[in-house]
């Protein structure tokens, strides 16, 4: 069992529910650089989690999960996290397009993982095609996190 650190690079200034709408957080760099100090904590964490949040000081146009700024400036630098990370369940109504849409925006802005947690047969038909499409060259850094993590988790068994 592994614990997931989420979501990253923060849920508390939301003040919609991203089950149902886009939240937008208008709150300056300065102001953000507070909600990442519990994030640097757990930093060495196997896994992290993104958010569908539009932080405006970062990325006014892409939630975190779909923003190549967001994941690679904020979460992997600032942050300094370097572990496997994951959406959210890309079903959520804060994502809009296609589940392939949000799928390929999601790892091409820097996600490992993409949850869609309904499992809809002709959505997981659509995100494996579309996905697999991408070019290894993208697939190196996650396939050495996954790596990573098989290794902690089989070095913690002994």
Do not use: Y
Not at 130 to 144: E, P, T, Y
């Amino acid at each position: 069992m592994v614990g997931v650190v989420k979501h990253m690079p923060g849920h508390g200034r939301a003040k919609v529910d991203t089950h149902h709408h886009l939240p937008t957080v208008t709150a300056t760099d300065a102001e953000l650089e507070v909600d990442l100090e519990p994030f640097r904590t757990l930093n060495q964490a196997p896994m992290g989690m993104t958010s569908h949040i539009v932080f405006d000081a970062w990325d006014a146009d892409r939630p975190a999960t779909l923003s190549p700024i967001v994941i690679d400036e904020i979460i992997r630098r600032r942050i300094g996290f370097d572990g496997l990370l994951m959406t959210d369940d890309i079903d959520m109504k804060a994502l809009s397009g296609t589940a392939g849409d949000k799928a390929v925006g999601a790892i091409a802005a820097g996600c490992d993982l993409v949850l869609d947690c309904w499992a809809r047969m002709d959505e997981m038909v659509e995100i494996a095609g579309r996905l697999g499409r991408f070019r290894k060259r993208r697939a190196r850094g996650s396939i050495g996190r996954w790596r990573r993590l098989a290794g902690r988790r089989a070095t913690s068994r002994n």
